[in-house]
């Protein structure tokens, strides 16, 4: 059940388009925001606010990368994998992420605590490599440094 | 010499406030083009300052802004809807304006708004730029309060609200059409062209689509004349350009500076040059679906025809810079991945053929190339490189720098192939690096 303020917030949002369709984007994320993911029942609720069907929904809500249609971690870590990243050290990055977690790209830790994915370009190229965690972003990677950031999300 | 773009940018990275905006000039032109001009004077301003689109194709804007039909009878609503999200692979400028000076793409936007007569206007911003978001967001809301956006601007008799439209990430909302899908909620399938978003766009609604950089030009033109935004420029377009560098250069970073600097200023005054002990072999001039250029041919101005002489593009103005150690094939394979990745599905030499080529060119890569797979290449490029075979310019764009690689690495995917691996990983574990 979503939570009545969810419910004004996504209400909210539908008012500054013409049509209640438009705010599904915002409503699939404001969902996210509280539960982490979007499960069945959220999205069925949302479609049923917004007056769409649930897979119409479902069309919408698996075309865009941010929005999580599976269980994730309590923290979601994207990392880069787009050209400039990868010409700036992604694979090894990569390599440290997965070794360090004990998890491959895609995979969730088994205390929940992250999930790693990779991500197209974060427009953080002159920064590269980059990732983001829980759309914060962080740049210059190297190894020491991805371990600093890790330990700071508990 | 003058930024009009980067000028006023506070140097601790914060936005500036309303009250600072204004402090530098900000809403001034606003404010007199209520006041003094009509809508169609300020088209003409934009139009004679030869300003072009900043979002990669470089469509010239007062002549987009004309398309749009106002006066007496005209369809109502109008949207100025502005393109803010910036997922091309390597580009990273639009993110400078939306975080350090919201307010003068505000008021870009209320200058476009009030050209067409529009009635509203989003910001459709790409998810992954939450900050960006946030900052916006507050400078919609100090505009409303001061009366900047809303009812009756300025005691005018123009009217405008401003929205921000946060995305979630895919690089097809922003080709213009599908972003249009995304904003009313839809998949972001691109639609059939014609009719063009100036007629039939947002809710079937005429709808002016332009690029933050650009919308942000537009106040300077506005308060300075066509003229002197003309002389910002080194080359028969107006205006600056946000320039960047990514790759292993010094540097990286972006620049605000005359349109047309060239190629080799850009990276080695600005961007430093090159990391030490590297040698600069290409770069991609703007961004992920834009041609290689050689080094040799670096003095080129970047402009939006400059670079034809070389068969490439000018993009979004953002270099990504290919180092004599990086494997040019290797470098296309990750390009070709993102295309294929973020193709929509809607028609199937895109899609079938997008996955065609990234894997082939992970085959050649991983030393499971066979000779005949640069013919495969080959047909990819005659079949989706020319416009018009596919339902939108992803597959074209995406065909870009592989059509480039293969003009100018050929040697290197036959090499590949006959010693079936990557002769680069070989010289990388050699030297000890993983
Ligand atoms: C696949 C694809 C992605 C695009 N992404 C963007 C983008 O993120 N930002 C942008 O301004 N233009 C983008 N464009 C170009 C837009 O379709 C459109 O030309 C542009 O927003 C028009 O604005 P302008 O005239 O101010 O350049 C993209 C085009 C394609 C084909
Ligand atoms: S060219 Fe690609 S991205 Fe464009 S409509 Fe076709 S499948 Fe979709
Ligand atoms: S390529 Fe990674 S941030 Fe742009």
């Given at each position: 059940m979503l939570s009545e303020e969810v419910k004004r917030k996504i209400e909210k949002e539908t008012r500054i388009y013409p049509t209640k369709q438009a705010a599904c984007i915002e409503a699939l994320t404001t969902v996210q925001r509280e539960q982490g993911w979007v499960d069945d029942a959220a999205l069925t609720e949302i479609a049923g606010l917004l007056e769409m069907t649930p897979d119409e929904l479902d069309g919408v809500a698996t075309f865009y990368n941010l929005v999580f249609r599976r269980r994730v971690g309590r923290h979601v870590i994207l990392v880069c994998n787009s050209v400039s990243c990868w010409v700036m050290g992604y694979d090894s990055i990569r390599a440290h992420l997965e070794q360090t977690l004990g998890i491959r790209l895609g995979e969730?830790?088994?205390?929940?605590?992250?999930?790693?994915?990779?991500?197209?370009?974060?427009?953080?190229?002159?920064?590269?490599?980059?990732?983001?965690?829980?759309?914060?972003?962080?740049?210059?990677?190297?190894?020491?440094?991805?371990d600093a950031i890790l330990a700071r999300y508990v | 010499m003058e930024r009009p773009l980067t000028d006023n940018l506070r140097a601790d990275g914060q936005p500036l406030s309303l009250r600072e905006y204004m402090g530098c000039g900000g809403y001034k032109a606003l404010g007199d083009a209520l006041r003094g001009l009509a809508p169609a004077d300020v088209t003409k301003a934009v139009k004679d300052s030869r300003l072009r689109g900043r979002g990669g194709a470089g469509f010239p804007t007062g002549l987009k802004w004309s398309f749009i039909e106002t006066g007496p009878g005209a369809p109502e609503p109008r949207y100025v809807v502005c393109?803010?999200?910036e997922m091309e692979p390597g580009t990273f400028k639009d993110k400078v304006l939306l975080l350090g000076n919201p307010h003068l793409l505000i008021e870009g936007i209320l200058l476009a708004g009030y050209a067409v007569q529009a009635q509203a206007g989003y910001i459709?911003?790409?998810?992954?730029?939450?900050?960006?978001?946030?900052?916006?967001?507050?400078?919609?809301?100090?505009?409303?309060?001061?009366?900047?956006?809303?009812?009756?601007?300025?005691r005018s008799d123009f009217s405008f609200d401003l929205h921000l439209h946060m995305s979630a990430g895919r690089y097809m909302c922003g080709e213009e059409t599908g972003l249009l899908n995304a904003l009313e909620g839809r998949r972001a399938n691109p639609?059939?062209?014609p009719p063009y978003p100036a007629s039939v766009g947002l809710w079937g609604k005429p709808t002016v689509v332009n690029n933050v950089e650009t919308l942000c030009c537009v106040p300077h033109i506005l308060r300075n004349g066509a003229d002197a935004f003309l002389k910002l420029s080194k080359t028969s377009d107006g205006g600056t350009k946000l320039y960047g560098v990514s790759g292993k250069v010094k540097h990286p970073g972006i620049w605000e500076l005359p349109m047309g600097t060239s190629l080799r200023e850009i990276i080695e005054e600005h961007?430093?040059?090159?990391?030490?002990?590297?040698?600069?072999?290409?770069?991609?001039?703007?961004?992920?679906?834009?041609?290689?250029?050689?080094?040799k041919d670096l003095d080129i101005p970047m402009d939006f025809d400059s670079l034809k002489q070389v068969k490439s593009r000018m993009g979004t103005g953002t270099v990504i810079v290919l180092d004599d150690q990086t494997c040019p094939v290797s470098m296309v394979w990750n390009l070709e991945q993102f295309f294929a990745q973020e193709s929509c599905g809607w028609c199937t030499p895109c899609w079938a053929g997008l996955a065609w080529v990234a894997e082939t060119l992970?085959?050649?890569?991983?030393?499971g190339g066979k000779p005949e797979d640069l013919d495969i290449l080959d047909m990819h490029v005659n079949l989706l490189g020319p416009p018009g075979h596919t339902f939108c310019a992803l597959a074209p764009g995406a065909i870009e720098p592989l059509e480039s690689a293969l003009r100018h690495f050929r040697d290197e995917f036959v090499r590949h192939?006959?010693?079936?691996?990557?002769?680069?990983?070989?010289?990388?574990?050699?030297?000890?690096?993983?």
């Open positions: 969730t830790t088994a205390d929940g605590r992250f999930t790693l994915l990779p991500i197209v370009c974060l427009g953080a190229c002159d920064h590269a490599p980059a990732m983001m965690i829980d759309l914060e972003l962080h740049g210059d990677l190297t190894a020491e440094k991805v | 393109n803010a999200d459709f911003l790409r998810g992954e730029y939450a900050e960006a978001g946030r900052r916006v967001q507050v400078a919609i809301e100090e505009a409303y309060e001061n009366r900047y956006v809303g009812r009756n601007i300025l639609r059939g062209k961007a430093g040059g090159m990391q030490e002990g590297l040698g600069l072999r290409a770069v991609i001039p703007g961004g992920a679906s834009t041609e290689f250029v050689l080094e992970f085959a050649i890569e991983h030393g192939i006959e010693q079936k691996h990557c002769p680069y990983m070989a010289r990388q574990s050699a030297a000890g690096v993983e």
